[in-house]
Each structure stands twice: as structure tokens, then as C-alpha cells.
């Protein structure tokens, strides 16, 4: 089954610890988007890749990194610099140009202690 | 910049109730328009979508929208909802910036 594969499903993490959040696709997509979802806040985008070795920042990047090295994986990096990391971390692909729907993966979960 | 609004926060109704949430956004050139739902417990999913043409498009599960260009307006219906419509709904926007941006979502609630 082609889709996006996101891990952990959950993740605790220290203060002032870095962690970084995986996610695979099989879709063959070119893009791949990573958002925050906050009650309340709905999806606010954090990084977007159109292509392998190049991505854009979002409304709301500081305090995380990404990179995109091949084109099937988009990690997603929390830093100790993200003030309020606490949230459900959901990353997605984009069909190509003339669709431009999102398939999304299952989340990541990350709690700071 | 882009944005999107969605007006309607939470919403409970009772079963055969009719819907509407509305869905504002801001962004001056060509758009792609969506609206996706979130059920308990699942994936986010495509609802429906309209890029052009007729602005009145059905999506899946009896759910249209009506884009309103001049009015930058975007707002889904359906005429009779179930039980099963419980869920988030969200209202999006794609561009030519290859941006997509949600709003803040819509929480639904039927009651049987």
C-alpha cells in the first residue's frame, strides 16, 4: 500500500533535548509539507520541499530544521530553541501539479517533560 | 500573505440538521481550494476540492462547497447531516507559492 509512514507514534523528550521526527513516502510525491496541530489552532505549516535538496520555511519554523536528502524521507528536526514543543506533528505529501491533494501520515505525538 | 479563516469553531446540531461552515481566505492571485475532514481516531482526508470551473463542487459523503470569488469564500454544506459527520473539518488553501495552509478548523458534533 503506497502512503506516508511517520515515527514515533509518540516521543517524550527532556528539556533542552533535540529530537528528530521521521517520515517516509512511497507515494513517489515531490512535495512534502510538515505541520503543528494544536487544539484550537488548527494546521499551521512548519517546512515544505517541493524537490530533493531544497525546502522552504513556513509560518512557523524557528526552532526546527529539516532536510531533504532523497526523495522518499523529509525529517523533521525539534530543537532545544522551539519554546513550545509539546504538540501532534503531522507530515504529508502532495500529489503533483493539477491535483495538489495532500495524503497525510498518522502523527507523531511529542511530549516535553 | 496567505491565510485562512474558518468562522465556526465548534458547531453541534442534530441529526438531519443542515450545515454550512464558512471559510474566508486572503490571498490575491489564482488558488486552489479545499476542505478536508478529520474523524475521530483516522488520517486527515480530502473532503472536496475546487480548482476551477463550475464554483459549485460535491465532494464525497453528500458534502458540497461554493466558491465565491468576489467574496474570497470558500463554505461547505450539506443538506442533512448524520451522526457519522462527527468530526474536524478544515478549510484550505493552495497556491502558486506551493504554500497550503489550513485554518483553524471546524469541530462538529451530531447528535443522534
Known amino acids: 500500500d503506497g502512503g506516508i509512514t511517520q515515527s514515533p507514534k509518540y516521543l517524550f523528550r527532556k528539556e533542552g533535548q533535540n529530537v528528530t521526527l521521521s517520515c517516509e513516502q512511497n507515494?513517489?510525491?515531490?512535495?512534502m509539507y510538515w505541520y503543528r496541530q494544536d487544539p484550537g489552532q488548527g494546521l499551521r505549516l512548519i517546512y515544505y520541499?517541493?524537490?530533493?535538496?531544497?525546502?522552504q520555511k513556513g509560518d512557523i519554523a524557528e526552532g526546527y530544521s529539516v532536510s531533504r536528502e532523497k526523495k522518499e524521507s523529509f525529517p523533521l528536526t525539534v530543537t532545544s530553541a522551539q519554546k513550545n514543543p509539546t504538540a501532534f506533528y503531522l507530515c504529508?505529501?502532495?500529489?503533483?501539479?493539477?491535483?495538489?491533494?495532500?495524503?497525510f501520515g498518522a502523527g507523531s505525538r511529542l511530549t516535553v517533560l | 500573505a496567505q491565510s485562512v479563516s474558518q468562522h465556526n469553531h465548534h458547531v453541534i446540531l442534530s441529526e438531519a440538521a443542515s450545515l454550512e461552515l464558512g471559510c474566508n481566505y486572503s490571498?490575491?492571485?489564482?488558488?486552489?481550494l479545499f476542505w478536508y475532514v478529520q474523524y475521530p481516531g483516522q488520517h486527515l482526508q480530502l473532503l472536496l476540492k475546487?480548482?476551477?470551473?463550475?464554483?459549485l463542487v460535491k465532494g464525497i459523503k453528500g458534502f458540497e462547497a461554493e466558491f465565491i470569488k468576489s467574496k474570497f469564500s470558500f463554505n461547505l454544506r450539506k443538506p442533512s447531516v448524520q451522526w457519522s459527520d462527527t468530526a474536524e473539518y478544515f478549510c484550505?488553501?493552495?497556491?502558486?507559492?506551493?504554500?497550503?495552509?489550513f485554518g483553524t478548523g471546524t469541530r462538529l458534533k451530531v447528535l443522534a
Open positions: 504529508a505529501s502532495r500529489t503533483p501539479s493539477g491535483a495538489n491533494v495532500l495524503t
Open positions: 507515494l513517489n510525491h515531490d512535495a
Open positions: 520541499s517541493q524537490i530533493v535538496n531544497d525546502f
Open positions: 490571498y490575491g492571485g489564482t488558488v486552489n
Open positions: 475546487y480548482f476551477s470551473g463550475d464554483p
Open positions: 484550505a488553501v493552495f497556491s502558486g507559492t506551493y504554500k497550503y495552509i
